[in-house]
């Protein structure tokens, strides 16, 4: 565990699970202060997301620095054991945002609307963070590997392989099995489902 502070933002531990480390930020002071984002590493890469909600947007405007401070620590989480890995930044938006608002009541229309609009904020927020670490530190340009939406996401062909193969678990009805899975195989499938069906 540590503690660190840039700006506004007090960065409260680094933990280590069995599914990779954890970064955890909290925001003393304010309304948040009790929230902590947690931000996973993946073997020697890490992951960073930002949903693209209203909540996301009011906090980044409430606390400017914040999205800097989130890179930054991520680039220099040696405590973590993570000083060398490489950087991903998620931007969440399209379908997988407006979805949540859709069942929520919105209308189609308003909800890809609201989703764009905040998505296009955060990214020039984004943009301008990752130009000013870079600017401070070169060796920072190497280690971001770039900033994706979920529109490149739709597109890599791993991801398709993946969606097929999770839309085929998910339509499995185990009350007549397929003769050739394994009891092991059954067993996991059927966990996938309720995980799945929790999540959603």
């Given at each position: 565990?540590?503690?660190?502070?840039?700006?506004?933002?007090?960065?409260?531990?680094?933990?280590?699970?069995?599914?990779?480390?954890?970064?955890?930020?909290?925001?003393?002071?304010?309304?948040?202060?009790?929230?902590?984002?947690?931000?996973?590493?993946?073997?020697?890469?890490?992951?960073?997301?930002?949903?693209?909600?209203?909540?996301?947007?009011?906090?980044?405007?409430?606390?400017?620095?914040?999205?800097?401070?989130?890179?930054?620590?991520?680039?220099?989480?040696?405590?973590?054991?993570?000083?060398?890995?490489?950087?991903?930044i998620f931007i969440a938006d399209g379908?997988?945002?407006?979805?949540?608002?859709?069942?929520?009541?919105?209308?189609?229309?308003?909800?890809?609307?609201?989703v764009k609009e905040i998505s296009d904020?955060?990214r020039k927020m984004v943009d301008a963070?990752?130009?000013?670490?870079?600017?401070?530190?070169?060796?920072?340009?190497?280690?971001?590997?770039?900033?994706?939406?979920?529109?490149?996401?739709?597109?890599?062909?791993?991801?398709?392989?993946?969606?097929?193969?999770?839309?085929?678990?998910?339509?499995?009805?185990?009350?007549?099995?397929?003769?050739?899975?394994?009891?092991?195989?059954?067993?996991?499938?059927?966990?996938?489902?309720?995980?799945?069906?929790?999540?959603?």
């Open positions: 565990s540590y503690v660190a502070t840039r700006g506004s933002i007090r960065v409260e531990s680094a933990a280590k699970s069995r599914r990779g480390t954890h970064v955890n930020f909290a925001f003393p002071g304010t309304a948040f202060e009790s929230a902590l984002v947690r931000v996973s590493l993946i073997g020697s890469n890490m992951f960073l997301p930002l949903c693209s909600k209203p909540s996301m947007l009011r906090l980044t405007k409430d606390h400017p620095d914040l999205i800097e401070c989130y890179i930054a620590q991520c680039l220099n989480a040696g405590q973590s054991e993570a000083q060398d890995t490489k950087l991903v379908d997988v945002m407006a979805q949540a608002d859709i069942a929520m009541g919105k209308s189609v229309p308003k909800a890809n609307s609201q904020e955060l963070a990752v130009e000013k670490l870079c600017d401070e530190d070169e060796e920072n340009r190497s280690r971001i590997s770039g900033i994706i939406h979920w529109n490149d996401i739709e597109q890599d062909k791993q991801f398709q392989i993946l969606y097929k193969k999770m839309e085929e678990i998910m339509n499995l009805d185990f009350t007549s099995p397929p003769p050739e899975m394994e009891d092991d195989l059954i067993t996991c499938c059927k966990e996938i489902q309720i995980h799945m069906k929790t999540l959603v």
